[in-house]
C-alpha cells in the first residue's frame, strides 16, 4: 500500500511575525521563503498583502517557488459584495496561487466581534471562497477559533466549515486559535468532523503551543485523519507560538506510525539541514538559539549524565532515540568526564587536528578548559577560540605578535554647538617582527557617530600588523555578547565576538574580566589569531 | 463522586541539574526546595547522596518540608547484597522519609550496558526495594527506559515492574529515559500495564521533552491510569528536558477533564505564585526567562495581532483559553496599535500612577515609545526607564541633579612586576542644588581587583550627590545584560541593568548607544533617578 501524502504549510511570515518583538523586514523574508522552499514545505504563507508595506513588497519581489506560495486575508466584511470588499482585493492582487482567508466560525464571535447574525457569516465564507475560485486560485480556508466553537455549538462550526467547502475550498483548516485544546479533544473533535462529512484529505490542523502540546496536538489531529498540518519554524508565533515544525517534521519522517503512514516533501537531505536552518532564523532575528529544543538544539544530544556518557560511547541508541546528525545536528559529550578525551580528539579532528590518542598535550587541554570555564570561560559557542586554546597546547599555536599594552578613553562633554556628544579613542601598541607599533584610532565613523571603545580598540589593533595587515583587512566584527557570571561586587563579564571575512566564514571568540573593555579585547585578539591561523599565516621568524 | 489524588513528584534538583550548563550550589538547592514545598509538591527529590558534595550536603542541611523529601539512587549492583552495596548504603544515610531507585527494565540495557543475566537484575530491584522497605523508608522504583523496553520485550519490562512491586514499591516510575515515545503510545502501554497487573495507583510517568511532546506524554498517562506525574520547574532536564511542571500544573488545575477528576496538592493561591516561582529559578540560573513558555511566560497572554487586541479590550476571553492573573501572569496589549491608550492607563496606575482618560500627556508618551524603540531601546524589562519617561512627559519627574560630562580610561600594560594588569578609572562632573561636583573613582576593588570601566563609572556618579548621597548609598548593580540591535557596522548597543536596594525593591533600567560605557552610563544615570523618585526625594529648589 502506498503512502498518503501529508501537506506542510508554513506561516513563520505571517503568525510567525505576531511574535513578541519579531518584525521582519522584506528582506529577511526573502530569505526565510527560500530557505523554507528549499526545505519542501508545500505551502509559504506570506503575509496579508495589504495589511503593511513589508507584506506588500514581499509578494511583489518573491521569485517563483517550488511551493505554493500563499497570501493571508479574511473573508469578506458584511454589506458588501466579495468583489467589491478592497481589503480582499488586495489580498487577490498579490497575485498568488494560493489564498488563505480566515473566518469565524464560533457563534459567540460572530455575534459579539463582528455583530452580524450567524447566517450573514456564513453568507460571507461561502461569497468569499466562491470569489476566489472564480479567479482561479487555490482557497483556503482558516475556521477560526474552530474547536471553542465546536465545543459551544456543534452543528454551526460545522454549518460554516461545509459553507466553505461546498463553495470549493480545497482546503479547510481547523484553527485551535487561542490555543487552549488539549490533544486528545483535538483528536476527538477532528474525528467527528470528518465522521460529519468533510473528509480528511480536505482538512488541516493550526494549533497553538498556550498548554505546551501545540506538537502534540498536530499529531493527535493527523492521527485522526487530518492531512494538513500548520505551524512554523522554531514555534515562532502569537502569544507562546504556533506548533512547532522544526519538532514535527523529524517525527513526521523518523517515527512510527507517521514514517510508515506518510510520505512529505522533505527529503532526507533537507532535513538534514534542518538545525542549520533552524539557526539560520534565529541569527535573523538576532537570537540565542535555544539549546534545550527537540531535535535542533545544541542540548537535544547532550550527555551529561555519568552513566548515560559512559554508555553512549559504547553505542549511541543506548540514550538517543534517534541519530543527531539525522537532523544535521551533533552528540555533546561533556569534555568534564571520563568521556572526555575521545570526545575531545572528534572534535579537534573536525577543526583539521588529527592528534593521537597517546598525546600528553589532550589531559593538558581538558585540564585548561575545566579551569578556564570555572573562571568564566565557556567554550560551547566559541569554537574558535578553544581551537587556538588546543593549538596552543599542542605547539600548533605561531606567536603572531604581541600586544604591549593599549589605553582606551571614552568621553562624553559638550561639543562646541552646546550638545552632549561622545567619543572613545584607543591607543593599541604591538611588537611584530620584531619591530614596535603605535596605533591609534578613534571611535568616529564616517558619518561622524561615535561607535564605543571596542570599535575604536578594534581598528586600533587592525591598523598596523604589518604583514599580517592583508589577511585581516576583510575581517569584520558582526555580533556582541556580553554576560555577567557572576553577579554582585565579584561581577565578571564574559564577551562572546562573532567575526566574519570576506570568504563568508564566521567564527566566535569568547573574552573573560571583570572589566568589560579587557574582556573585549581579549575576544578581538582572539578572532585575529584565528583568522591568521585559517588564513595559514606563520609566526614571526 | 470524590475527585482522585495526583500526586506531583519534583526531579528539577536532581534530572533538572543534569541540563548543560546548570550546576546548582548547596544554597541554591535549598532555595527551590523551599519553593517547590510552598507551591503544594509531593515529592521533592533533592539529588544522589553520596554523588558528589554538593548533594550530600543538601541533604544534611535541608530543613523540614511539608513535601516528602526524596533522596535518589541506583539498585544495588550484582554480587553484593543490598546491605553491603555502599552507593545504596549512601542513598540510605541521607536519611529521607523516600528513596526513589533507578533500576533497568529494557532487555537490551541489563545484558549490554549491566552485563548481568535478566534473573539477576530482577534479583536486584527486589532486593534492592526490599531492603528500603525493610529500613522503614517509602520506596519508589524509577522504571529506566521502559517504554523502549516494554516495546522490545514487554513480558521482561512487566516482569520487573512487578518485582518492586512485589517487593514493596509504593510507587512504579514509567520513565522514558531517551524521551523518544509518542504521547499516543505512552497512553496505550500505560493501559497495558495496568491490564497486566500493576494498579493505576501505583504508578508514575516520566517523560522527557525530545519530541516537544513530554507535556502531552504525561497528560495521556494520566488519562490511561497513572496517579503520578514526575517533571521540572521550566523543564529543566538532559538533553531536552524534563516534562514541565510549570506547564502541567495550570492544566490539571484549570482544564476538563483533569480539573474535574483530579485534586494536587497546589493551591489557588500557590497557583497565582506560579510565574513568579518560574521567575526566581531563571534567576538563580541567571538565565533570561523565555518568552513564550506556556501560562507563565511574558509573551503567554500578549496580543500582538491587530484584530485580537481590540478584541481583547472587549472581552479578555475572545482571544485567552484562561485568565492570566490565575498563574500570577498578566496581559500585555502592545502600546503600538489602537489599544495603547487604556493598555498605558492599566499600567501607569499600577505603578502608582493614576492618570484621566483626556490627559494629552498620554499620546505623547506613546509617540515617545515608539520612537526610543525604534532607536533599540526596549521597555519590556526596562519597567523604572519606562515609569521616568511617562514621568517626565507627565510632568512628575524631578530634576534631582544635572551630569555636566564624565570621561572613563581604560589601560592595560605591564605593572613593576612585569605583569599585564588593567585599570580603569573614571571622573564625573554633576551639578546638584547649583553645585558643581566633581568625583573621580577608579574600578580597583578592595582585593585589588579591577572591575571595570561601569563599576568606576557608577562610583564616580554615587560618590557625591549632596544631599542624595543617603538615598542612594544601598544601591548596588546586579545584573548587566548587553545586546547589539543592529549588526554590522551601525551596530547600536542596548544595556539592560537590574538594580537591586536594601529595602529587597530591583528594578531594571536601560540605555541605547553606539558606545557601550555610555549607554551604560545613562542606564546607571536612571537606575539613580528611579531610586530617588522611590525614596520620595524632591528635586533642586
Redesign the interface.
Known amino acids: 500500500m502506498g503512502k498518503e501524502r501529508l501537506s506542510l504549510y508554513d506561516t513563520t511570515l505571517r503568525d510567525g511575525q505576531?511574535?513578541?518583538?519579531v518584525q521582519f523586514s522584506t528582506a529577511e523574508k526573502l530569505r526565510i521563503a527560500a530557505a523554507l522552499d528549499a526545505l519542501g514545505i508545500d505551502y509559504i504563507e506570506g503575509g496579508w498583502p495589504g495589511a503593511n508595506p513589508t507584506d506588500s513588497a514581499f509578494f511583489d519581489e518573491v521569485p517563483k517557488t517550488r511551493a505554493t506560495l500563499t497570501a493571508f486575508g479574511m473573508t469578506k466584511r458584511a454589506g458588501r459584495s466579495a468583489a467589491n470588499d478592497e481589503v480582499l482585493a488586495a489580498v487577490l492582487n498579490a497575485g498568488t496561487a494560493a489564498v488563505c482567508l480566515v473566518g469565524k466560525t464560533h457563534d459567540f464571535?460572530v455575534t459579539?466581534?463582528l455583530g452580524i447574525t450567524l447566517e450573514e457569516n456564513i453568507a460571507n465564507i461561502a461569497a468569499s471562497v466562491s470569489h476566489l475560485v472564480g479567479q482561479g486560485r487555490e482557497a483556503l480556508f482558516d475556521a477560526e477559533h474552530f474547536f471553542d466553537g465546536y465545543k459551544a455549538n456543534a452543528p454551526y462550526a460545522l454549518d460554516c466549515l461545509r459553507a466553505a467547502l461546498e463553495a470549493g475550498a480545497r482546503w479547510i483548516v481547523l484553527c485551535d486559535?487561542?490555543?487552549?485544546t488539549?490533544?486528545?479533544e483535538i483528536g476527538q473533535i477532528v474525528r467527528d468532523v470528518i465522521e460529519n462529512g468533510v473528509p480528511g484529505d480536505r482538512l488541516g490542523i493550526h494549533t497553538h503551543?498556550?498548554?505546551?502540546?501545540a506538537?502534540?496536538?498536530s499529531?493527535?489531529a493527523i492521527?485522526a485523519g487530518a492531512r494538513q498540518v500548520q505551524g512554523t519554524l522554531n514555534?515562532l508565533g502569537?502569544?507562546?507560538?504556533n506548533a512547532?515544525l522544526t519538532?514535527l517534521i523529524?517525527?513526521l519522517l523518523l517515527?512510527a506510525p507517521y514514517k510508515d503512514k506518510f510520505e512529505i516533501g522533505v527529503t532526507d537531505e533537507a532535513l538534514a539541514g534542518l538545525t542549520r536552518t533552524s539557526r539560520m532564523l534565529d541569527d535573523i532575528l538576532?537570537r540565542v538559539p535555544?539549546?534545550?529544543?527537540?531535535?535542533v538544539?545544541?542540548?537535544?544530544?547532550?550527555?551529561?549524565?555519568g552513566l548515560?556518557a559512559s554508555?553512549i560511547l559504547?553505542?549511541p541508541t543506548?540514550?538517543?532515540?534517534?541519530d543527531p546528525a539525522l537532523m544535521g545536528n551533533r552528540r555533546?559529550v561533556?569534555m568534564s568526564n571520563q568521556a572526555g578525551q575521545s570526545n575531545l580528539r572528534r572534535r579537534l579532528g573536525e577543526m583539521g587536528l588529527e592528534v593521537d590518542k597517546s598525546e600528553p598535550a589532550l589531559a593538558r587541554i581538558l585540564d585548561r578548559v575545566k579551569e578556564l570555564e570555572s573562571e568564566g570561560y565557556s567554550y560551547?559557542t566559541a569554537q574558535a577560540s578553544f581551537e587556538l586554546l588546543a593549538r596552543d597546547e599542542l605547539g600548533l599555536l605561531p606567536e603572531f605578535f604581541e600586544v604591549?599594552?593599549?589605553?582606551?578613553?571614552?568621553?562624553?562633554?559638550?561639543n562646541k554647538y552646546n550638545k552632549m556628544v561622545?567619543l572613545?579613542e584607543a591607543v593599541v601598541v604591538v611588537k611584530v617582527d620584531g619591530e614596535k607599533k603605535l596605533s591609534v584610532s578613534e571611535?568616529m565613523?564616517e558619518a561622524g557617530?561615535?561607535?564605543?571603545?571596542?570599535?575604536a580598540l578594534s581598528k586600533a589593533l587592525a591598523k598596523d600588523l604589518g604583514r599580517y595587515q592583508e589577511a585581516i583587512d576583510d575581517m569584520?566584527?558582526?555580533?556582541?555578547?556580553?554576560?555577567?557570571?557572576q553577579?554582585?561586587?565579584e561581577?565578571v563579564?564574559r564577551v562572546i565576538i562573532d567575526s566574519e571575512d570576506g570568504q563568508g566564514r564566521r567564527w566566535a571568540t569568547v573574552g573573560v574580566?571583570?572589566?568589560?573593555?579587557?574582556a573585549s579585547?581579549e575576544a578581538l585578539l582572539d578572532a585575529v589569531r584565528w583568522k591568521l591561523v585559517r588564513d595559514g599565516e606563520t609566526g614571526a621568524a
Not at 505576531?18 to 518583538?21: I, M, V
Open positions: 505576531q511574535t513578541q518583538g464571535h459579539t466581534a486559535t487561542n490555543g487552549g488539549l490533544p486528545h503551543n498556550d498548554t505546551e502540546t506538537v502534540a496536538g499529531l493527535a492521527m514555534g502569537e502569544r507562546c507560538g512547532n519538532a523529524p517525527t517515527k538576532n535555544q539549546k534545550q529544543v527537540a531535535y538544539g545544541a542540548s537535544a544530544f547532550a550527555h551529561k549524565a548515560h554508555a559504547k553505542d543506548t540514550y538517543e532515540h534517534v555533546v561533556p560551547d604591549k599594552r593599549y589605553r582606551v578613553t571614552v568621553e562624553r562633554r559638550k561622545s572613545s571611535s565613523d557617530n561615535d561607535r564605543g571603545p571596542v570599535n569584520r566584527l558582526v555580533d556582541f555578547k556580553v554576560r555577567i557570571t553577579g554582585g561586587t561581577a563579564t574580566s571583570a572589566n568589560i573593555v579587557d579585547f
